[in-house]
């Protein structure tokens, strides 16, 4: 349970101020540049669902969590290891490597899918605040756009993404923690959001092509 | 007891133990003692299983910890305290929780049988009602008791401590001592202590090993060392013009 707090719960602010405004920004972007008549109105709130449910919310999000969540667990992990902590667990005769990761694997497979749909929301929410709030398009019409071409095997893809990515940053935060806890902590945001820009790339091509 | 037999480790090309052999004997109080940087933490850390030796076995009560698999391990581990010299208490727990981790993780003690041990530990160690506090509400002496008593939580057959006493005042360092004695003698326990502290080894130094460039260097007791003429310790022990003098005041009053 600790861990769902850690991991979970104490991440929505961050993901919640996030979504919001990059909602916002992507829908008025969208508005800005549709100036062919040859395009529908709808489109933007289109244009906004799927940028947040392919792209935003499962990989940028997933960003933000490596650098809050993944550098609070390397400087936890190390801290142990350097005060000896990791060390008493072994003398006891526990296996430190199922007691301290195993957990909070567990707790970002379950709950980075659901920070994500929780992010998707609240972008399109964003979305429709910039547009229909500035008076640049009618409810109906964002809410149409949303509803555009919708297909529930994105939210599949983007699911499978984030429990991937959840996955690696736990697994490299970890194992970077147990070295030099400041060194360690910088060094794992920088490999694993590299990490999972590649697995993005891979996931896309596996999944969508 | 415990023995060592012939002992070799290596850190890459560094060797850092060579050939040691010792016995540590259960109801007693054995100590490592050494200049930093002479292989006694690793040598410890090796009997405990932290670190892997290149050849030659440790023996707890016989058997072969050297050639044991990762379960049998964790059986003998089962049977060994550590006290640490940072005292390495799960900073995310209070006091009680440290002492009940153990007992929890090992043992099938209903609650009440735990929180009857977690009290009895508390009280061994004088730290009755403090179950609630958290390591870092307590000083660098408490923090020590309760290693201790999170060290006896489970009866253990061998007690390791590490530094018991860096850190601490020098009062402070007589209690703890005092109480890693009592335990040893009052369980009949095979304890072990590395330490720096030559008020440690007058006090309480029952089996006293001397390790130097990763070699056992000397053997002896607290009485024996005062007469020994073995340089190395002499320039270890009696380092100071102090000591040099209480020496030889002992020395007088031995003959």
Redesign the interface.
């Known amino acids: 349970m600790?861990e769902v707090q850690y991991i979970g719960i104490n991440s929505i602010p961050i993901v919640a101020l996030m979504s919001t405004f990059i909602g916002a920004v992507i829908s008025l972007q969208t508005a800005s540049n549709m100036d062919s008549p040859l395009l529908p109105d709808y489109t933007v709130g289109y244009i906004t669902q799927s940028s947040v449910i392919l792209e935003f919310s499962p990989t940028i999000i997933s960003l933000i969590l490596a650098g809050k969540v993944g550098s609070n667990i390397a400087s936890e992990i190390g801290t142990m290891r350097i005060?000896?902590?990791i060390?008493?667990l072994?003398?006891?005769?526990?296996n430190s490597l199922n007691h301290l990761i195993l957990p909070k694997v567990l707790a970002a497979v379950v709950y980075f899918p659901v920070l994500v749909i929780f992010s998707m929301i609240l972008a399109m929410i964003g979305g429709f605040i910039a547009l229909v709030v500035s008076d640049l398009q009618s409810t109906e019409t964002y809410v149409l756009g949303l509803r555009s071409f919708f297909d529930v095997s994105n939210i599949t893809y983007a699911l499978t993404k984030t429990v991937a990515f959840g996955f690696i940053i736990v697994s490299i935060y970890v194992k970077g923690g147990s070295l030099d806890v400041g060194k360690a902590s910088t060094k794992s945001v920088v490999v694993s959001s590299v990490v999972i820009l590649i697995a993005n790339f891979i996931i896309t091509k596996l999944m969508l092509l | 007891m415990i023995s060592v037999r012939n002992v070799n480790k290596t850190f890459g090309k560094q060797q850092v133990l060579f050939d040691v052999s010792a016995d540590f004997e259960p109801g007693r109080v054995n100590l490592i003692i050494g200049q930093s940087g002479q292989g006694k933490s690793v040598l410890a850390k090796s009997m405990?299983?932290?670190h892997e030796v290149d050849s030659g076995q440790i023996l707890f009560d016989g058997r072969n910890f050297t050639e044991m698999d990762k379960s049998d391990?964790?059986?003998i581990?089962?049977e060994?305290g550590?006290l640490?010299?940072?005292s390495?208490?799960?900073?995310?727990m209070t006091v009680e929780e440290n002492i009940k981790?153990?007992l929890s993780?090992?043992t099938k003690m209903t609650k009440k049988e735990m929180q009857d041990r977690v009290d009895f530990c508390l009280e061994r160690v004088n730290l009755q009602g403090r179950n609630a506090l958290y390591p870092s509400e307590c000083s660098g002496g408490m923090q020590k008791r309760v290693g201790i008593a999170r060290a006896i939580a489970m009866n253990p057959k061998y007690l390791?401590c590490d530094e018991p006493n860096s850190g601490l005042d020098p009062k402070t360092a007589i209690v703890i001592d005092s109480l890693i004695k009592d335990i040893t003698y009052e369980y009949g326990i095979t304890t072990i202590v590395i330490t720096h502290d030559m008020n440690s080894v007058m006090e309480i130094g029952d089996n006293v090993i001397f390790i130097h460039q990763g070699k056992k260097w000397w053997e002896g007791d607290r009485h024996t060392i005062i007469t020994t003429d073995n340089p190395e310790i002499e320039a270890f022990v009696f380092a100071s013009e102090f000591m040099k003098k209480i020496r030889s005041s002992l020395k007088e009053r031995i003959k």
Do not use: N
């Open positions: 600790d005060t000896e902590q060390d008493a072994e003398i006891m005769g526990v | 405990v299983g932290l391990r964790a059986e581990r089962q060994i550590m640490f010299q940072g390495a208490l799960f900073d995310s981790f153990p993780m090992f390791f």
